[in-house]
């Protein structure tokens, strides 16, 4: 690679973990689900075909585990044939740059992402006066400068295809970050939504850790645009998904799913948006 990567300078080990850490969950025969701590990675692909691209890169100092989660599903020496990112959020990129130096694959992110995957600009604050527990008090703790991923980092193509996944396309769903995105199957219904919505309650530790499923809107102490994260669910929502792995919690679908979905949408003023926090417009809320 040409150019040099590098973390942000606050980058670090954070010690937070859930009884879901360490494992895997094949969801769908190309759709394989493992826990890094607190936070999901996904391996889209056959383990027949070998063909596959990693979604996320998970916590800081997780690549090890990653490269051996990568390997044990598809043989030794195996390499995705892309990296393609949610977002750039310190629990979502921690692993990347031995990754990409490990594999010599492309990052894939959308176009407002990249100021803070090229070093550019920093996420706002993560906001710790926001309602919520413990984890939303811990973030400030939080890596938060921009990492730079040099020329390796590209822009996910406009027509909506998702490099090295055939049948998936990107929907953009602003709102936890200004270049989120997730990706849908249409032919399955399989949603990747990343931190649009979660299936656990992110902001509290002790729901962290038991993975106590609760559908949820985007972690709070890190979205500071919340019209746009309504926007985000209503249009995921509108996609019928029938199955969703999010960035955080267990995987969810059918039936549970649908109404799940159905009711964040509803409800999202109560479900989601928190009662204070900086990034709440006390005029509209
Ligand atoms: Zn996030
Ligand atoms: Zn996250």
């Not at 070998?50 to 585990?65: K, N, Q, R, W």
């Not at 038991?210 to 309504?230: F, N, V």
């Amino acid at each position: 690679m040409d150019k040099q990567m590098n973390y942000g300078s606050d980058y670090k080990f954070i010690p937070a973990t859930s009884i879901g850490s360490g494992m895997g969950i094949q969801i769908l025969p190309d759709l394989f689900c493992y826990t890094i701590q607190i936070v999901n990675i996904l391996l889209v692909g056959n383990p027949e075909t070998g063909d596959f691209v990693l979604v996320d890169a998970g916590m800081p100092e997780s690549a090890a585990e990653i490269i051996s989660v990568v390997e044990e599903r598809f043989g030794r020496n195996s390499r995705p044939k892309a990296i393609i990112l949610t977002h750039g959020h310190f629990d979502h990129v921690g692993g990347i740059i031995e990754l990409v130096n490990q594999w010599d694959v492309p990052v894939y992110a959308h176009q407002l992402e990249m100021p803070f995957l090229t070093g550019q600009k920093s996420y706002p604050d993560p906001d710790p006066t926001v309602e919520g527990g413990m984890v939303a008090k811990m973030s400030p703790l939080f890596p938060n400068e921009p990492i730079d991923l040099g020329n390796n980092v590209e822009t996910l193509p406009a027509d909506g295809t998702v490099p090295h996944m055939p049948g998936f396309k990107w929907i953009h769903t602003p709102g936890h970050a200004p270049g989120h995105v997730s990706l849908f199957r249409e032919k399955d219904g399989a949603l990747i939504a990343g931190d649009a919505f979660v299936t656990v309650k992110q902001e509290y530790l002790y729901k962290v850790f038991t993975q106590e499923l609760e559908i949820s809107g985007p972690p709070r102490y890190l979205t500071t645009d919340w019209q746009a994260a309504k926007e985000s669910v209503i249009k995921l929502e509108a996609l019928r998904p029938s199955v969703a792995v999010t960035g955080h919690g267990l995987p969810l679908s059918g039936e549970l799913l649908t109404s799940s979905l159905k009711k964040l949408v509803n409800e999202f003023d109560q479900i989601a948006v928190p009662d204070y926090g900086k990034y709440i417009d006390k005029n509209t809320h």
